[in-house]
């Protein structure tokens, strides 16, 4: 989902500043609450956990220019249901910057762009597990169904955002529309894919009861809400 350059340039760019720090924003308000029902160090190693995870999934993972962007297996939804939403979306944040600084230095004027288009579907995954998860369920016995809308509603998220920076940037030509078609039906396939690694993730931590413990996970992986 990394937006390409020169598709959103010269002052329309200072939009995505705005974008980003109300995300960020946002998001270390989920950290904050992480910190206070779990504490600093749980905070502090889900969320290197999954920034390292998200440097490999852009950086190691197959990826592919296609249109406006490019399609990655970005996994926000199992990133939430593993380490939670303060840490996923620190993860999500660093590393897309670790990425764009050590192998992408191009994409470093876009990251306004593309952290927006990371975090903001992530906040709206959150709202939706409140809603869509049970209380008394655990994350890891959640259903197919509530795996599908928790991920058709990030991806779903990502090509919303990647389609306004394309027509913010370029408007709505004929050629631009294309591009934007072109990148939207290629990373509806992730959808389809992404519940079933949700799942195959979720099986191996039910597998291993004895990590319930850990610190390492988010407390709702394994336990109901209190």
């Known amino acids: 989902m990394h937006i390409e350059p020169g598709v959103v340039d010269g002052a329309k760019i200072a939009l995505s500043y705005v974008t980003a720090v109300g995300a960020v924003g946002y998001a270390a308000k989920l950290a904050l609450s992480t910190v206070k029902h779990d504490g600093v160090a749980p905070l502090a190693v889900r969320s290197m956990i999954a920034t390292v995870l998200v440097f490999c999934f852009f950086q190691v993972l197959p990826h592919y220019p296609v249109g406006v962007s490019e399609v990655h297996f970005i996994l926000g939804a199992t990133l939430f249901l593993i380490f939670g939403a303060g840490p996923a979306a ?74 306004f920076w394309a027509f913010y940037g370029n408007g709505f030509g004929a050629e631009n529309l294309a591009q934007v078609g072109s990148f939207s039906a290629a990373y509806a396939l992730v959808i389809v894919v992404e519940p079933v690694l949700d799942l195959a993730v979720l099986a191996v931590a039910k597998s291993l009861h004895q990590l319930k413990d850990s610190k390492v996970f988010h407390p709702r992986l394994y336990r109901a809400a209190a």
């Open 90 to 163: 620190i993860g999500l944040a660093l590393g897309l910057l670790a990425q764009g600084l050590f192998f992408a230095p191009t994409d470093l004027p876009q990251y306004g762009m593309n952290v927006t288009s990371l975090l903001v579907p992530l906040l709206l995954v959150d709202a939706m597990a409140r809603r869509l998860i049970p209380q008394k369920t655990a994350y890891k016995d959640i259903k197919y169904r509530q795996a599908l809308a928790m991920s058709t509603a990030y991806q779903g998220g990502v090509i919303a955002w990647v389609a």
